[in-house]
């Protein structure tokens, strides 16, 4: 087929270039028009031209790559795993150009073309090269675990099968979309205490490992006689010069024991346990476990997914240990016959609203629907939660670094007050 390179903006006017593989110069046209870019010029591409991973057009040159020992260009070309939102994006592009008419593999093959922030045209490139063999879409995103998680692939067949691939793919944008933008809530949440502690840190050492020995230099010469607060923090800022190594060693050691238990599966079960119980966080802890269960299950059960294998990948998706033992739970039980509800109800573990709207879901016949009411109630619950989490945590620690400051300037003032008094 033949290819086109084309320029165009965006409607921000950023320039985009690139190169489509089309039928004919109208059908690049209607194509770049349905992506949402202006095109400025259109024009055949020369034969040989290859296009990079930022949809730039590039005649073929020296590859530096080829010098390199094969273990360590496999090692550069290794595939990171894409940011949730990078996700949304490249499934919108896909459902897009679906959406146009256009068939899967010639759309695979225009993905390659596209910018795609995080995941490389070597994906689509594999996945056109799959699906044009006979593979079904599932089955070759499949294969790529480390871009599509089990998630993304059992919603995907479950479109193919039901015909309904382009709609699937919108939904799995938008709950992509939701899972990044409570990341994004979570990450902005946590910015400033983090930043006062960075701050508070960095001013103690600048006092214990700079000022403090000038000043000690200073009194000592002068023979003040020094008060007890001064002379604790002489001592402790003179343990911490003599015996960084050691402090450093026993945090190293520290760091790898930590590791270790919680890695283990008793320690990460523990860990977990820990952090839903915590006062003020361990309610913001189990909001977001319990709107990522609803959001997950829901949004699988509405694409057609089984619901025993809807639990199983909702279990594989959540990151805690005691919910996923409570979701095991579930899915036995309902392999022996019982409701959702009922299981879910004895773990003990999920609030009873959440029990109690599954049950009235199960009465209706509309399961997927009463769980995403659920999660859309906790995200919103969460929302206010890292608001009130934040609120307390940022007066905490400013009046803790506040008290050592305070403490820091007080052992130094009282012996430079002693030194004015005996010069006077």
């Known amino acids: 087929m033949p290819q086109f390179s084309y320029k165009a903006r965006r409607r921000t006017g950023q320039l985009v270039e690139g190169v489509l593989e089309v039928a004919d110069r109208p059908a690049a046209l209607a194509q770049i028009q349905r992506l949402g870019l202006f095109p400025l010029a259109v024009d055949a591409a020369r034969a040989g031209t290859v296009v990079t991973i930022d949809g730039k057009a590039k ?5 530096l790559m080829s010098f390199l020992p094969p273990a360590f260009r496999a090692k550069l070309k290794e595939k990171r795993k894409p940011k949730m939102q990078e996700l949304a994006t490249y499934t919108n592009q896909l459902a897009n150009l679906l959406q146009s008419g256009m068939p899967l593999t010639t759309a695979l093959g225009s993905m390659t073309h596209l910018e795609s922030k995080g995941i490389s045209a070597d994906v689509s490139r594999d996945l056109k090269t799959e699906v044009t063999e006979g593979r079904g879409l599932s089955d070759a995103m499949a294969k790529q675990p480390h871009i599509f998680s089990d998630l993304y692939v059992n919603m995907v067949r479950a479109g193919e099968q039901s015909g309904s691939l382009v709609q699937v793919l919108r939904r799995m944008a938008g709950h992509l979309s939701q899972f990044a933008e409570v990341q994004a809530k979570f990450t902005s949440a946590m910015i400033y205490p983090l930043l006062v502690m960075i701050v508070g840190a960095g001013i103690i050492a600048f006092f214990m490992f700079f000022m403090m020995p000038r000043f000690m230099t200073i009194f000592s010469g002068f023979g003040v006689d020094l008060p007890l607060p001064t002379k604790l923090l002489m001592g402790f800022s003179n343990f911490l010069l003599g015996y960084w190594w050691l402090i450093a060693l026993l945090v ?173």
Do not use: C, W
Not at 59 to 63: A, F, M, T, V, Y
């Open 59 to 63: 005649q073929p040159g020296l590859d």
């Open 252 to 424: 190293i050691v520290a760091v790898i024991l930590f590791k270790r238990f919680q890695t283990s599966e008793k320690g990460a079960r523990k860990l977990d346990e820990l952090r839903m119980k915590l006062p003020v966080v361990g309610k913001v802890v189990k909001l977001n476990l319990f709107g990522q269960f609803a959001r997950t299950l829901g949004t699988l059960l509405q694409n057609g997914v089984p619901v025993l294998t809807a639990l199983k990948i909702t279990e594989q998706v959540l990151p805690n240990r005691i919910v996923k033992e409570a979701i095991a739970k579930t899915r036995e039980a309902v392999t022996d016959g019982k409701t959702l509800a009922q299981p879910l109800a004895a773990s003990k573990v999920f609030p009873q609203l959440m029990v109690d709207l599954v049950r009235i879901g199960e009465e209706t016949g509309d399961v997927p629907g009463a769980l995403n009411n659920i999660a859309d109630t906790y995200e919103g619950e969460l929302e206010i939660g890292l608001r009130v989490m934040t609120q307390l945590i940022e007066p905490i620690m400013i009046i803790m670094i506040a008290l050592v400051v305070g403490f820091l300037l007080l052992s130094l003032l009282l012996p430079m007050f002693r030194l004015i008094s005996q010069i006077h």
